[in-house]
């Protein structure tokens, strides 16, 4: 439980200091990524892991859960080590720290989460904490916060539906105990709804829109975090839970998956062409990758499968150093608009190189990523 419980104690914490007192804020906020990250390396060298109550297996650690954990860890210390430069000075750091911290534990929690109903805490927990980061950006962000709330708040609504309609079909909540045939108009509710609510998080279409508005209000350094990395883990993750575990696919519903996968791919790829400034180019695309995900997940093979949950990591990674590499060029140049920025290379050439590296990876070329 450290690693959920540890983000939240620190987070608290760093929202009641002073102001006056400089650094121990943003000391804490170090510790306690790295405390988290330590304990999901624990885990991870453990697992499987169960933590149970009353005879009923709340939070499970296993092959695929584990390996989201120890990503979210380590782009935890990434994210608030790149913070203590970038938000200097900033207002609202208090606040800034204790919101990034409880998003870590909120999204440890449930990744690990073995029960639906515990899952969708975590989850609704999570809606309310990107509502309140993108609102650090100032009243320019409003707009974008309140979207964002309207469009995951309402797919948290489908997640109460869908988990409902499993649990009359049921009887459990427990998610390695549950299996639905998708035979029948209630199973395939139940699906589409925790299938809207997976894409509204990982930024698939149609329920994308959100990222793109965020990512031009919000610090670069959130939209990084969580659109970038931490939500695209999460999304992906829930959509391979529901497909591999609790419903039984047959072919309609893996035929809808590759179409919206297909559909995401082209369509986010063609948005970001046409964008004119760094920050929504960067967005569109991170929406354009989800699409390989679902199209991944959609092929119902094992290869396929496999590929799709390996590139949510791989593109965690690479996206999360675009976003970041970005925020650096921004914070130089004072503009992410295209026509405005260029002969960076010989003023940030460790800034270039990193760019140069996660720009290769996005082609794959050998041997990155």
């Known amino acids: 439980l450290y690693f959920i419980i540890i983000p939240f ?5 760093c929202l009641v200091i002073p102001k006056r007192v400089r650094g121990l804020r943003e000391f804490l906020a170090i510790g306690g990524a790295l405390a988290t990250l330590y304990f999901t390396m624990v885990t991870f060298l453990h697992k499987p892991v ?8 709340l939070l499970k650690v296993d092959n695929l859960s584990g390996f989201i954990i120890i990503a979210i860890g380590l782009f ?4 608030v080590l790149y913070s203590l430069k970038f938000m200097a000075g900033k207002e609202r750091l208090n606040e800034y720290y204790a919101y990034l911290l409880w998003t870590i534990g909120g999204a440890c929690g449930a990744i690990v989460a073995n029960n639906l109903v515990l899952l969708l805490v975590f989850w609704g927990f999570l809606g309310l904490t990107l509502y309140l980061l993108i609102g650090i950006g100032g009243p320019e962000a409003s707009p974008a916060a309140k979207k964002t709330l309207i469009i995951v708040g309402g797919s948290d ?4 539906l869908g988990i409902g309609i499993v649990w009359f079909l049921t009887g459990s909540f427990q998610m390695d105990n549950v299996s639905v045939s998708l035979t029948g108009p209630l199973p395939v509710i139940a699906f589409m709804s925790l299938a809207i609510a997976s ?22 350094s959130i939209t990084g975090f969580l659109p970038g990395s931490l939500d695209k883990l999460m999304g992906i993750y829930f959509l391979g839970r529901i497909s ?4 039984v696919m047959n072919k309609p519903m893996g035929k809808f998956l590759l179409i919206i996968g297909a559909v995401t791919i082209v369509a986010g790829v063609m948005m970001a062409l046409v964008q004119h400034d760094l920050r929504r180019l ?11 995900m679902v199209l991944g997940i959609g092929t119902g093979n094992p290869v396929g499968i496999a590929g799709g949950l390996f590139h949510m990591l791989n593109n965690a990674i690479y996206k999360f150093g675009l976003f970041l590499s970005g925020g650096a060029v921004e914070n130089r140049s004072q503009t992410t608009e295209l026509e405005r920025l260029g002969g960076l290379a010989k003023l ?3 800034t270039f190189v990193i760019c140069l590296i996660a720009a290769l990876s996005i082609s794959g070329v050998p041997p990155l990523n």
Request: proline share 7%; net charge neutral.
């Open 9 to 13: 104690l620190v987070g608290l914490l």
């Open 50 to 57: 169960e933590w149970s109550y009353n005879n009923l297996r």
């Open 76 to 79: 935890s210390v990434l994210i």
């Open 157 to 160: 609504c489908l997640m109460i």
């Open 199 to 220: 894409f509204a998080k990982a930024g698939v279409m149609p329920v994308h829109t959100w990222i793109p508005d965020m990512a031009m209000t919000a610090p670069v």
């Open 244 to 247: 591999m575990g609790i419903f």
């Open 282 to 292: 960067l967005s569109y695309h991170a929406v354009s990758q989800a699409g390989y």
């Open 348 to 350: 940030m050439p460790i």
